[in-house]
């Protein structure tokens, strides 16, 4: 069966320090994967989508980028995190037909 | 372009009433996917159901259903004789062929003992 994680759960980090988020998927093929952003109270927004390795798509330009190393893993990441990065960060896989399948989600606070 | 809307920001009911989260989109595709998820304080998201744009038959899943009208671009989803672990946040998305998922702002349902 598929799975998909998501790390760290938590994380703090000050103003101007490296992010690096992580999400893997096992149990498929070139899946479709996604980073959605959630600001404190708010809905979902994507950030980014890739469809297969080195292909990314992003949505709104920001202080984020992500890389797809790997066919089943995705990376999120900043080179100098502003406060307005808080927030809670999933990664997910699937197809747009198909529904979506989430990683537990990744909460960022920047101090 | 695709849009979702849950007018609805806060619900709060008491354990056993019924309640209906509203979810009215837009697009402009004939084939489309409308879909349901469910966020626990916990944070991860739930897949609840999905739904093709040419079957417009309602759904029940024990105490869930959902009644989709493309004639009101709507796509509610009610629970009955709610509980309180039915307390969270609901998502509304929608998905076009050509277009990745997009959200609504969700509705935060509460369900008070």
């Known amino acids: 069966s598929q799975t998909i994680h998501q790390w760290p759960a938590t994380l703090v980090q000050p103003v101007g320090s490296p992010l690096s988020l992580e999400c893997t998927v096992e149990g498929t093929s070139n899946p479709n994967l996604y980073w959605y952003r959630q600001a404190a109270g708010r809905g979902l927004q994507l950030l980014f989508y890739s469809v297969g390795i080195g292909q990314i798509s992003s949505e709104v330009p920001q202080n984020l980028s992500a890389s797809r190393p790997q066919d089943r893993q995705f990376i999120l990441s900043s080179k100098k995190l502003l406060l307005s990065d808080s927030g809670f960060y999933l990664c997910?896989?699937?197809?747009?037909?198909?529904?979506?399948?989430f990683g537990s989600g990744t909460r960022l606070t920047v101090v | 372009a695709q849009k979702v809307t849950q007018a609805q920001t806060e619900i709060s009911v008491v354990e056993k009433e019924d309640v209906t989260l509203d979810c009215v989109y837009e697009t402009r595709d004939t084939t489309y996917y409308l879909f349901w998820y469910k966020q626990p304080p916990s944070g991860e998201l739930v897949f609840l159901i999905r739904r093709n744009s040419f079957d417009e038959q309602n759904e029940i899943s024990g105490r869930y259903s959902w009644n989709f009208q493309k004639s009101t671009s709507s796509f509610n989803f009610t629970i009955t004789a709610s509980q309180v672990v039915d307390s969270a946040v609901y998502f509304c998305a929608l998905s076009e062929r050509n277009n990745d998922m997009r959200f609504g702002a969700g509705t935060r349902l509460t369900v008070k003992p």
């Open positions: 997910a896989w699937g197809l747009r037909v198909g529904g979506y399948t």
